[in-house]
């Protein structure tokens, strides 16, 4: 029912004003009525650890396991109904539709559910994508046997490894390539599957609008996961090589980074932005700055500005990195609340 999220608020823009142009973005996980009903194509954790399901407050249900980037079955589905969304959104707004923003996972930042304290990777649909992932780079259980320096080792019987395992790298943290290379590549198997779920649906998405639509997702925060608990391979973010090469893509989007945004502060990117604008994409500028109107605890919440002076030295400040560096920016209410609703004196300050 297109009606209830993305259309009407596409029609209240419209009204205030005929002129602008629209770029929604379509969030790609299913419901609860999908989750519960596929119980091989959802996330599987460790000792059936399930985080909280951020969707039971929006669609009902008893809150259920996120679906998994590997699941083909959960790629198809959500392929066909990102098709009957654009099929919907073109008919009634043709040309006032700028492009598709694609979302899915946490936050629909495309990193994996689970992040910071659980492995995941243990669905149905993970082991059978790994094992496929296996014989596509290996081809034969004889050079997977010499590379994992395993005699037995066999790609059909190839497991994802153990979450013990997964916490032990030999090396600090790097894993040992001759006695761990099975973790190595389950590393990068999760890479791949990530970006590979987001080029299925850029593709379809450049298909349908036959290549007259701005086709962006959020992906590439490779400065931002060197933190996590379980090691940066746990986002799914490392794969942005493959994504930078998709003719599907026209563009990534991240919010600014959350340190250093503070008074003072640089703003940082979260991505290697020069690599990006080399690869002839655009670089969207998520600018959701906790203004003086800011409430609630969101994140970046602690570095909020205190008045509205503040509020307009931090836009200003974001808006400048943005003209140096060649990127474009949106600003994000992160909560709808009205961050930003002091239009006259806001206007005035950073014109």
């Not at 009957?84 to 559910?113: C, T």
């Not at 243990?122 to 290996?138: D, F, G, H, M, N």
């Not at 040992?176 to 198997?189: G, M, V």
């Not at 298909?207 to 962006?216: A, M, S, Y």
Request: proline share 5%; net charge positive.
């Amino acid at each position: 029912d297109w009606t209830t999220w993305t259309d009407k608020a596409t029609q209240n823009l419209l009204d205030v004003n005929r002129k602008a142009m629209v770029f929604p973005r379509f969030g790609l996980d299913p419901g609860y009525w999908w989750r519960e009903a596929n119980p091989d194509d959802v996330m599987v954790w460790e000792k059936g650890y399930i985080p909280g399901d951020p969707l039971v407050g929006i669609y009902g249900g008893r809150g259920s396991s996120m679906p998994d980037v590997a699941s083909e079955k959960y790629r198809t589905e959500a392929g066909e109904h990102l098709v009957a969304y654009i099929r919907a959104m073109d008919i009634k707004y043709g040309d006032k539709i700028a492009g598709y923003h694609l979302s899915g996972q946490v936050a629909g930042e495309w990193f994996y559910y689970g992040w910071l304290d659980k492995y995941q990777g243990y669905s149905v649909a993970s082991r059978t994508a790994w094992r496929k992932w296996l014989k596509e780079k290996y081809a034969t259980d004889d050079v997977l046997a010499k590379v994992w320096n395993r005699p037995d080792a066999r790609i059909d019987w190839a497991e994802v490894p153990l979450p013990a395992d997964r916490r032990n790298p030999q090396f600090g943290v790097f894993y040992d390539p001759e006695a761990q290379r099975n973790i190595i590549d389950f590393n990068q198997f999760q890479q791949d599957m990530m970006a590979d779920t987001i080029l299925h649906f850029a593709k379809i998405a450049r298909r349908e609008t036959q290549g007259r639509k701005l086709i962006v997702s959020f992906y590439g925060y490779s400065y931002e996961w060197g933190f996590l608990n379980l090691g940066p391979a746990a986002s799914g973010h490392y794969a942005l090589r493959r994504i930078l090469q998709s003719p599907d893509i026209d563009g990534l989007s991240a919010p600014i980074d959350y340190t250093d945004r503070q008074s003072g502060g640089g703003g940082p990117m979260k991505t290697p932005l020069e690599s990006i604008l080399l690869a002839g994409k655009v670089w969207f500028s998520e600018d959701d700055t906790s203004t003086h109107l800011a409430t609630g605890k969101t994140a970046g919440s602690n570095t909020r500005a205190k008045t509205l002076a503040e509020s307009v030295y931090l836009l200003r400040r974001n808006t400048v990195q943005a003209a140096l560096r060649n990127y474009a920016v949106w600003w994000m209410d992160l909560r709808s609340r009205g961050w930003f609703a002091s239009p006259r004196r806001l206007k005035r300050r950073t014109a």
